[in-house]
């Protein structure tokens, strides 16, 4: 069983939380945060299911008055674990490298912090072969980890040239308050960073992208334009996607009339947290056209990094070594597929 | 144990049907509804949890296609029952009524319906003694479901004269692209029909209400003014509240900021569907003024309503004939308080 | 002078009237709607700065009784026009071409029409000759007008192959109730209708399009990527837009972030009814990406099309038979460039 | 003729221009500002019809470049002025005062500042007669203008006890990018602000609030309750508020169905900026209920507070000593009634 602790308890560290509690290979030690945010209070109101470390040990009285159980401090976690999974806020998981550091511990990093922090940029299903005992991994954001799924998916099938997206991004998280749009679409200078990571990931393949901001807090759309390598006909890339354990295809027809109703539809199947760790293609969007790939797909932005997130312990811990013996681990405890 | 059917499997169907699921004294016979809803969909991706009865036997077929195993006709499912529980929209539990009458059913009707298809209309806590025994009962709308629970929770303690209220409507649910508002507040004619519900339930009080549209999907806040028929402090205003299992009291310096963060709380609870099913009062907003009582609440519409639904159950069922011991069954099951 | 009447006084009506008001080659003979809309009252309380005529003769007391001097009947301001550019809603210039046909009058119909309605699918600037003379012409929709601009801006310069388009569409104009959308992106299915409108106006380009209404009233946002016939760089396409009368490139850095940012603009600069006739390419977004020329832009959805619809009024009557003797014409009277 | 200067030139300071130019009594001697933003350039595009005074001398090469000619510094426009409308962003105010007592010159300052900046906190309506010839005057913010001139044309009539209000709050102005809030509404501490502000211009009336900001751009929505000290009828109430110049009385069932109702009938209208100064009251919300007035009215956050700055110059200037003189003077100059 490897050991694995979560360091930021926030919209992302709560679903790794989740997730790593799914992992029958896995055991979760426990969970850290700074404060009593309200993830930290519902997780005293549900009887704290995961153990509780303080990262500022001087809150320890406040955090027990509001009935948050402290096992010890964040650095009592560290020593505990064979592997950390750090979803702080971008810029403060290169700071705590220096802990994981202290203790010669693994750690994996989300998509906000800096890429030099980590040994190498990661994608389960695109480069696992590279994350393989490494020590430090940082995982791509929700767009980008979306992206090279449906993209990975069509390179390995047929070969990919280059990757030309539109990124209808969601602004802000269910509940945010400290930033929202409203009534205004912004758009960003051109290429976006999605596009630029993606070829880092995949430097064989070009890509640019546009990005413009809605208010809207259910799931990015991405609108995708892929000049495949080889001539490919619009069932054999609804064929690939339908194979693909991460990417779910689904119909406007049957009511997926786009972000809302997936997240609608997650949550009526009474998933943990209404999440939903695929992305989804809309069928009645996918064409063939003058040699590109047509196709628009759902990005739930709280969720997706999940399973690449699990992905990125196992190569790290060589749990498994073969790629598609490592992500069928993930998938088979997260039951996708 | 007193067989329920869930007629109409929508938004507060579903919920319905996870609520009477979890009463150890009820048994859940089916659910049933007309078509392939996105709803139903994920009850076949979800194995089944429910037997699910086709309102159009003709669409058999295709809902079997599509994985929802069909157990019957909703006819049947109305035999099998003691009492059912209509979720249908609006205008459509009119029709039923006489399903439910050949076959010498009871009912329970959602605030949608007009008041003249039941014989009472109903609230758990308000009303209790007035739903026992009955064939028919109504139950009140969300805002109207909420509203009376605070209001009745002052009642009980030092009397009400009369209520004025300013409810901040959402203006559709999560998921719902069959209605909406885009940047715009839309005032109704004064009173609101919240206001009417209340004194049909409460006639001894009066009450008015000013209803706003506004464009977003979590939760209704109402603010309130209630004149209580004897002085009272802020300190005991508070301590009514907190002492009813279904108002939580909760604190904007905490995070609780508006309806978003309470829907963001009730999911990382990891409630099922990420429900809410107490009003919430926000602390900071209650004042005593001039003799007068004032506070702000939010009410999850999805859910508020389900709690004195299954209460609607226990007295048309005469299952308690005592008002607490009815809603404190309830309560107990729903894990309130 | 050719004498212009206006039949539907709404969103794109009275625009259509203020931008005849400014032809000093037409005369603005009158308006014509069905009844006392909020577009109408203002008509009064600016004093019956147009002639107003009645399509329902019988609400002839009630206009007046709200201030609307009725100068006649939608038939008499027919008689008395050369042309009239109806913007009746969707489906009812179908049944008004009876009328304009008794009279021997020509009319130019607005994009919600079905092309069927019209003798000629016309773009000012992209197939002005087609126009000459011709009783009926059918405007392109707002979007499609927006972006046949700039494709055919490229087209007379490096020719086209094809155009793939990703439509970020708002949902609603502000001030309406009537529709909406509310923290959802809707998808719709693929090509958009958009493309294939286009296709129908410049049948040796191909084309298709990705379409996601978003909850905003402000602009549509389209992410352009031509695939041109002739190489070209980015500073030749910044050149061809920037010599455009009717494409005005903005740059993000200057604080046109979006599509609310510009709506202010024209706010700010005091234009009639706040109103933009240029759509506004976004500098930053300009890139030429393996031989495809990418880039956005916005639709200012209420004033783009009436600049061609007043190209379409100077076709019909032949006042200039070159395309851009017509075209110029419109532009100098709207001060375009 | 009195000459004045506007400093900051944003949102409310070129409204405050336009409506010092309409006013034939003063004379607009310039506007300033700091930068290069969307509404200088608006000003520059529109030819200057106000002379610019730069407020960092530096940025000169930089503005003139744009097309905006400066006619000097700040220091120079304060130099030319009998009083400055000081209309910078909150707190600047305050460290622009030394400039004014610098050159001993009279300002009004914007209801962000702190009230201890001026020598009054003024309302024209309602206690004019307190601001004449005083040097330093600050106005109310946009929604306590608003509330006050409703509250003080019921406290003339009938005297009015106490108010308590709900403040259904847009939270962005169009065009901002600098802030929002995406689906959700945020409750804040009662009171409000708004509240205990009318309580400092009016000190003989007790007062209380709940604000809660929502997701939209177009006016604040304020629903009142209003206890006069004197019985009165609902038609008593239209009658007061249908006399005031400054309140307007639109009917729900005339399409004025709200804020962006408002903004559209300001928008058709023509008015520049698409701006509206009056308040408007729905007349289908107007309730006499249990001896208090209920009713809920429309505040255009940025025009509404342009009036009463205007009467604020009349009064520190002793254009006019009389309050209703002044206020009718700015009334008649902006055609109000």
New interface residues.
């Given amino acids: 069983m490897v050991k694995v602790g979560v360091v930021g308890y926030g919209v992302i560290g ?1 679903r790794l939380a ?1 997730g790593v509690a799914r992992q029958e290979d896995m055991e979760l030690v426990g969970v850290a945060d700074v404060g ?4 930290v ?3 005293a ?2 009887g704290m299911p995961y153990d509780f470390y303080a990262v500022v040990p001087e809150k320890r009285d406040e955090l027990e008055a509001a009935g948050v159980k402290v096992s010890g401090t964040v650095e009592e976690l560290i020593q505990k674990c064979d592997v950390i999974l750090d979803a702080t806020p971008a810029g403060v998981g290169e700071k705590n490298k220096a802990l994981y550091e202290k203790y010669g511990k693994k750690a994996v990093f989300q998509g906000g912090e800096s890429t030099s922090v980590a040994d190498v940029f990661f994608h389960g299903y695109a480069n696992y072969e590279e994350g393989l005992g490494k020590q430090f991994l940082k995982l791509t954001s929700c767009n980008t980890t979306g992206l090279i799924r449906a993209v990975d998916c069509v390179d390995r099938a047929v070969g990919v ?2 990757v ?1 997206i ?1 990124i ?1 991004r ?8 400290h ?13 976006s960073h999605q596009a630029s990571d993606l070829m880092l990931i995949m430097p064989h393949i ?1 890509a ?1 992208g ?1 990005l ?8 990015h ?1 991405i ?1 995708t ?1 892929i ?1 495949p390598k080889k001539p490919v006909t619009r069932d054999e890339v609804l064929e690939m996607f339908n194979a693909h354990p991460r990417i779910r295809v689904v119909r ?1 027809k ?8 997936l ?3 997650a ?4 998933n ?3 999440d939903m760790y695929e992305i989804a293609v ?1 069928e ?4 063939v ?2 040699g ?1 790939i ?3 797909f759902n990005v739930p932005q709280e969720a997706v990094v999940i399973p690449e997130s699990l992905d990125a312990v196992r190569a790290a811990m060589e749990m498994q070594t073969d790629r598609l013996e490592g992500v069928g681990m993930t998938n088979k405890y997260l039951n996708l597929r």
Avoid: C, W
């Avoid at 009593?36 to 993830?39: E, G, R, Y």
């Avoid at 969601?170 to 308050?177: I, L």
């Avoid at 949550?267 to 009474?270: C, K, L, N, V």
């Fill in positions: 709560l989740a009593l945010t309200l993830s209070r519902a997780l109101e549900r040239d280059n030309m539109t209808i969601r602004v802000a998280d269910p509940g945010d308050y930033r929202g749009l409203t009534n205004a679409l912004k758009v960003d200078t051109v290429p070009k640019t546009v413009v901001h809605t208010p809207v807090t259910h799931g759309i609108s334009n000049k406007i049957d009511g997926f009339q786009g972000n809302a109703a997240f609608r539809y949550r009526d199947m009474g943990p947290h209404s809309f009645e969007t996918v064409e056209f003058e590109h047509i196709f628009a």
